[in-house]
């Protein structure tokens, strides 16, 4: 049965297909995993079109691709791809298919330049760097900028990394935190955030400290949940193994031998960003996330973040990764959505940091 792909993504593909056509079959050896790469609805196959530019007709394990030869090349190294990852166990949707195609496209590129042997290249190149925990099994970055920062996480004791909401910075941090953890490179984790209401009062919370301070912690509380299961990151907390608490309660503490996470870093002052910075104890690691575009401070007060990442940009084993719109990894519009705002939304009261220069380490 030939199933039906969409139709928008399948006209603007026909322009290109007719204009330098190729047409390409390939057939995948097992029916319930190609089932699987093709998607619910067709999803991966429609997803892809609209990225590469191509024609994909499925029918059965058969996927004919037709464009031109460039594209029609790089959709088939994406559904090799693809295959290969199901075959392994994992479930995979739209964000996985812009994985594979900047995976396979930066493959494509260093394999080119092993062609000119003039030309400097990554030797023994594995494809993109990985997150690895017991629940969740090996995680792959999506795209080169997530590359770059697990592989600056992994050579640096401190790191900071800003960029837009949805690039993936913090439930990566989280999920490479539970990895040491596991493989006891940590004794414990201390995730933290500044406690700031983002433009709403929310006035007057009842219960004790942690029901009043889980409502600005529940994203790293979500990733927690992602990388662990339930029953041991409830005895985790229980045992102070992983502390979640806001950056106020990092005053005096040095810590050691523990991995220390400070999100939403754009809302640590001056004075507080300091004060984090100096926590870090022997055996430690410490990673710093945030956007500069989203600062929620009251006027008037300068935010620390991007003052740190200027003061110690050319200090020895800092790591310092960007990302930028084009490296969002949620729902696609999401991307577009932060594009429109960086290119023509109002500037933000506090976003000074965000032009301010810095060099990408």
Not at 39 to 60: C, F, K, S, T
Not at 183 to 200: D, M
Not at 268 to 288: H, N, P, V, Y
């Amino acid at each position: 049965m030939t199933m039906r792909l969409s139709e928008p993504s399948r006209l603007a593909a026909s322009v290109q297909a007719s204009l330098e056509g190729v047409e390409e079959a390939i057939m995948l050896d097992d029916n319930r995993i190609a089932s699987l790469v093709v998607g619910n609805y067709d999803q991966n196959i429609a997803h892809l079109e609209r990225r590469l530019n191509v024609v994909a007709h499925v029918n059965g394990n058969q996927i004919v691709l037709r464009g031109a030869r460039e594209q029609v090349d790089h959709a088939r190294r994406v559904l090799d791809s693809l295959y290969a990852t199901v075959k392994r166990g994992k479930v995979v949707g739209p964000g996985d298919v812009d994985g594979a195609i900047e995976e396979t496209a930066l493959q494509r590129a260093l394999f080119s330049e092993r062609a000119a042997p003039e030309t400097p290249v990554k030797e023994n190149y594995a494809g993109f760097g990985q997150v690895s925990t017991r629940k969740k099994g090996p995680v792959k970055a999506r795209n080169a900028a997530q590359d770059s920062y697990l592989r600056v996480l992994a050579r640096h004791e401190l790191v900071f990394a800003e960029g837009p909401a949805g690039t993936g910075k913090t439930w990566l941090a989280v999920g490479h935190a539970v990895q040491l953890l596991e493989a006891g490179h940590v004794e414990r984790l201390i995730l933290s955030r500044p406690a700031v209401e983002a433009g709403e009062k929310i006035g007057f919370l009842p219960g004790d400290m942690r029901d009043k301070v889980d409502p600005y912690l529940r994203p790293i509380y979500d990733a927690l949940y992602d990388f662990m299961e339930s029953r041991l990151v409830e005895r985790a907390l229980q045992t102070n193994v992983i502390e979640v608490a806001p950056l106020a309660f990092m005053r005096g503490r040095t810590l050691s031998n523990a991995l220390i996470l400070l999100d939403e870093a754009q809302n640590a002052s001056s004075m507080q960003m300091k004060m984090f910075l100096t926590r870090l104890g022997e055996g430690s690691r410490m990673i710093i996330t945030g956007d500069p575009t989203q600062i929620d401070l009251p006027p008037g007060q300068k935010s620390g973040f991007g003052e740190a990442i200027n003061l110690l940009q050319n200090v020895e084993g800092i790591g310092h990764v960007k990302f930028g719109h084009q490296h969002v990894v949620r729902h696609d519009l999401v991307r577009r959505i932060v594009q429109a705002y960086e290119e023509n939304g109002p500037s933000h009261p506090g976003s000074g940091f965000a032009g301010s220069g810095r060099g990408n380490v």
